[in-house]
């Protein structure tokens, strides 16, 4: 199983997943062509995705779904509200490539299962996805102001986990965006801080969970090295040494990272 962060941002997200004779997108943030330039620096063909994950239908996840559906005649599976919420942002869709997943029901998509899991954002229906190819577990969860209890179990279980890790609180309060705007980011509907993705991540890696991907940083109000500190100082309290217990990375903003194997 293959597992690669194309895109992680407030201004785009797309994630590629890979196991056996199957590839993936979950979300498409960006446009086709940037999407097909991240993929590249991989050598990995966006002619051989099969679909696309959409995890809800705010613009930094779906602005390529559409075009890259259109040019390699891509599957994109989303629940049905999201559908709803999203279609007419897409441009025109053959039907054929309209999926509607069931919800937190697996279902199967080339060598991987899918699953979905209810997260908490500001969209019509958002959701976490779990990807298991019989051996690995890869589970996603950004875009999220709170992380339940049933979902921390969930993501216990993982070999991988991307988690968000959007802002510095302190970089938030003092920065320059409107008062409600901030009020929204910190609500439970809206995004993990750095201290929220440290107390998640000290509890998955007692659960052994091997490798978190940081991801969703904010260009504002959070940079790459504050993130990883603020998480790893707080996984060595916990006698977890960041390189050598667990992987733990931060996803980019502008372009892929590393192709990780499982």
């Excluded at 005649?73 to 629940?79: D, H, S, T």
Aim: net charge neutral; hydrophobic share 40%; with cysteine.
């Amino acid at each position: 199983m293959k597992f690669c962060s194309l895109y992680s941002g407030s201004s785009g997200n797309s994630l590629y997943v890979s196991a056996k004779d199957t590839a993936i997108l979950v979300d498409a943030g960006l446009s086709g062509k940037q999407i097909e330039r991240a993929m590249n620096a991989h050598q990995l063909k966006p002619e051989k995705l099969q679909g696309i994950l959409v995890t809800h239908e705010h613009r930094d996840h779906i602005h390529g779904v559409g075009v890259l559906s259109r040019r390699y005649r891509l599957p994109i599976y989303a629940n049905e509200d999201t559908w709803q919420a999203m279609e007419n942002k897409l441009g025109k869709l053959k039907p054929e490539l309209i999926r509607i997943i069931p919800e937190s029901q697996p279902f199967p998509l080339g060598d991987l299962e899918v699953n979905s899991f209810s997260i908490q954002h500001d969209a019509a229906n958002p959701v976490g996805f779990t990807l298991h190819d019989g051996k690995k577990n890869i589970a996603i969860a950004t875009d999220t102001g709170w992380i339940s209890e049933d979902v921390k179990t969930i993501m216990s279980k993982m070999d991988l986990v991307v988690l968000e890790s959007n802002h510095d609180l302190a970089m938030l309060e003092s920065g320059c965006y409107p008062y409600p705007l901030k009020q929204r980011i910190k609500s439970s509907i809206g995004h993990l801080s750095n201290v929220d993705a440290a107390e998640i991540a000290c509890y998955l890696a007692h659960q052994g969970v091997a490798h978190i991907i940081l991801a969703h940083l904010s260009a504002e109000n959070n940079y790459p090295l504050l993130a990883y500190q603020t998480v790893a100082t707080a996984l060595e309290k916990k006698s977890v040494r960041p390189g050598k217990d667990l992987n733990l990375a931060v996803a980019k903003r502008s372009g892929p990272g590393t192709l990780t194997t499982l």
